[in-house]
């Protein structure tokens, strides 16, 4: 019974290119017009871009302009670049910037970063994210105007900015993230501790070590900067974090993640580590 049920939708969707076509620009019906849209991507024509720009600007059912976007972004035709640009800077649909925004990070390339990068300061969170993801997908084209970013008003902006540029991994963001460790909003710095870890650079080392001993900071900020501590495996935070295991009454969560990160820099430098350091932290 479900094998037949498949193969009569199957025979449903069964329409020649020009009939979708026909179906997306003339339809009454908004389901005919969007299962056009959707079945044109999937049909993999160049021939359908235009017809799936058309809809992406005129359409006037939200879930149309979805699937066209979502079909040009499939496509992967640089004539659908600009319309995309149009569509997530001023559809009044949520559903359709999140499309547009995904859609421009599989098309990629420079003309497509500012537009992504100021779609960080949308209204809306869910198209925040998405244009966040669409610029690591783009890569390294994107690191200068995400750098740009991490001064921006608005905290969500710096938040966005500091999480993508741990993603990209490039170097050159590496003296900017640590000066996000001063941002006076609390998520920033979360972001910023996770990054300088992701980015692999020991120039954070002593930071990371200054965030982790300071006492008045957030402890969900200190912890992140131990175990960022733990990835960069720089054996000039053994003493600090040993420290902090050696005065604590119990383990918090700030502890353990101290002796997790402490753990990793023995295993990685057990061979230089000096003798006097005390072992027994080590097994605790």
């Not at 020649?16 to 049909?43: I, Q, T």
């Amino acid at each position: 019974m479900p094998v037949k049920s498949v193969n009569n939708r199957k025979k449903k969707n069964d329409k020649s290119f020009e009939e979708l076509v026909h179906d997306l620009k003339k339809s009454n019906s908004e389901k005919v017009r969007y299962n056009a849209a959707r079945l044109l991507g999937e049909m993999g024509r160049s021939e359908a871009v235009e017809p799936l720009i058309e809809a992406l600007k005129d359409d006037k059912n939200g879930s149309v302009r979805l699937y066209a976007a979502r079909a040009l972004g499939e496509l992967n035709d640089s004539e659908s670049v600009q319309p995309l640009i149009s569509s997530l800077r001023e559809d009044r649909n949520v559903d359709v910037r999140v499309r547009a925004a995904r859609a421009l990070g599989k098309l990629g390339g420079e003309e497509v970063v500012i537009p992504l990068v100021e779609s960080l300061n949308d209204e809306n969170s869910q198209v925040c994210i998405t244009a966040t993801d669409a610029l690591i997908e783009i890569g390294d084209i994107a690191v200068n105007a995400l750098i740009e970013s991490l001064t921006h008003e608005k905290v969500n902006v710096r938040c966005d900015a500091t999480r993508a540029l741990g993603e990209l991994a490039d170097q050159r963001a590496v003296e900017h993230i640590i000066k996000m460790l001063k941002d006076e909003w609390v998520n920033v710095r979360i972001y910023a501790v996770t990054s300088l870890g992701k980015l692999g650079d020991a120039k954070a080392v002593p930071a990371l070590i200054e965030v982790m001993q300071n006492y008045s900071e957030n402890e969900l900020v200190r912890a992140g900067a131990a175990a960022a501590l733990g990835v960069l495996r720089d054996q000039r935070a053994l003493l600090p974090l040993r420290e902090l295991i050696m005065k604590a009454e119990e383990l918090g969560e700030l502890e353990d993640t101290a002796l997790k990160a402490f753990k990793k820099i023995m295993a990685a430098n057990w061979q230089n580590i000096p003798g006097s350091v005390n072992k027994k932290a080590l097994s605790k």
